[in-house]
Nanobody, 126 residues
Framework: VQLQASGGGSVQAGGSLRLSCAAS????????MAWFRQAPGKEREFVAA????????RYVDSVKGRFTISRDGAKNTLYLQMLSLKPEDTAVYYC????????????????????WGQGTQVTVSS
């Protein structure tokens, strides 16, 4: 599976962005998908994940109520809608996909994802 992330940019605090991650090489029905982010000088951290079935999601506490992860099976694309952005959301955002036998699995550890996009920069200024 090849992943191509896009949609990053520079916004002021309180602004919004929508990240996209287009997949090719496989259909994603049996792939759990996620967004991770890495800020300068920090380790990569989990942001949000969505099951292959699309109806189970998980978020890191710091983005709950502000970010929404979703997927479009017809377009083979993963999204991350980000609202009320804060300066601490500044990071490179990576999409990831991991095959699972069950479509109702959530994975939040980066080591279990074998397919990664190239990253897209999100910068939030105060």
């Amino acid at each position: 599976v090849q992943l191509q992330a896009s949609g990053g940019g520079s916004v002021q605090a309180g602004g919004s962005l929508r990240l996209s991650c287009a997949a090719s090489g496989a259909t994603l029905g049996h792939y759990v998908m996620a967004w991770f982010r890495q800020a300068p000088g920090k380790e990569r951290e989990f942001v949000a994940a969505i099951s292959g079935s699309g109806d189970i999601t998980r978020y890191v506490d710091s983005v709950k109520g502000r970010f929404t992860i979703s997927r479009d099976g017809a377009k083979n694309t993963l999204y991350l809608q980000m609202l009320s952005l804060k300066p601490e959301d500044t990071a490179v955002y990576y999409c990831a996909a991991g095959w699972t036998s069950s479509r109702r699995v959530i994975v939040i550890t980066s080591a279990q994802y074998k397919n990664w996009g190239q990253g897209t920069q999100v910068t939030v200024s105060s």
